[in-house]
């Protein structure tokens, strides 16, 4: 079946643009994470849903990041004016339960530039 | 709370055999194994639950020491295709999934 699909794959915006990304999860799957990879980091937890109840966004950086899921399956992170150390790739995980001891299976991920 | 791992890099020959551990301040709840190969999604290996059990398939395996709060991954006859970076990730009850920085692994032929 399919897996997790993101798009775009690739994002370049000017500082201060908005953009919006796009996560469609496997379908069913009731979990759904958004994490922040750095270049030559581990991925670093942003938010988490299950369903379209956003549960935890502690990790968002800063109130210009905000995610929704208003269907319980396909999510969007959504960036507003952005800044150079939003450049990162953004990744979307999905798993088929409630968040604990879950394998999480992962997008290709938004890789985001800004300049 | 991130995870320290060690070593932060390792290169192997092919066929040698390599560890990888992940330590927490933390207590556990669970610890999980990823793999992620240059510009792709990391992909799941393995889940150990508290309770120092131990888990593998065909040539990796982890345990899960509760009382020390350290996972290690072992790495068998390494194989070309098990080059890339390792990251653990740990659970604690109520808290964020965190993944920890990374071990990267490379097998030469």
């Known amino acids: 079946g399919a897996g997790v699909s993101q798009s775009p794959r690739y994002k370049v915006a000017k500082r201060g643009q908005d953009v919006a990304l796009r996560c469609d999860p496997i379908?069913?799957?009731?979990?759904l994470f958004w994490y922040q990879q750095a270049l030559g980091q581990g991925p670093e937890f942003l938010t988490y849903?299950?369903?379209?109840?956003?549960?935890?966004k502690s990790g968002l950086p800063s109130d210009r990041f905000f995610a929704e899921r208003p269907e319980g399956s396909v999510s969007t992170l959504k960036i507003q004016r952005t800044q150079q150390e939003d450049s990162a790739v953004y990744l979307c995980a999905s798993a088929n339960a409630g968040r604990g001891a879950l394998e999480q299976y992962f997008g290709p991920g938004t890789r985001l530039t800004v300049t | 709370q991130q995870p320290v791992q060690s070593p932060q890099a390792v290169i192997l020959r092919e066929g040698e055999d390599a560890v990888i551990n992940c330590s927490s301040s933390k207590a556990l709840y669970s610890v999980h194994w990823y793999r992620q190969k240059h510009g792709e999604a990391p992909v799941f290996l393995m889940i150990l639950l508290k309770g120092g059990e131990q888990k593998g398939h065909d040539k990796i395996s982890a345990s899960f020491n509760e009382k020390k709060q350290q996972s290690s991954l072992y790495l068998t006859a390494s194989q070309l295709s098990y080059s890339g970076t390792y990251f653990c990730g740990t659970e604690i009850l109520g808290q964020n999934f965190v993944f920890g920085p990374g071990t990267r692994l490379s097998v030469l032929p």
């Open positions: 379908s069913g799957h009731v979990s």
């Open positions: 849903f299950q369903n379209e109840a956003q549960l935890d």
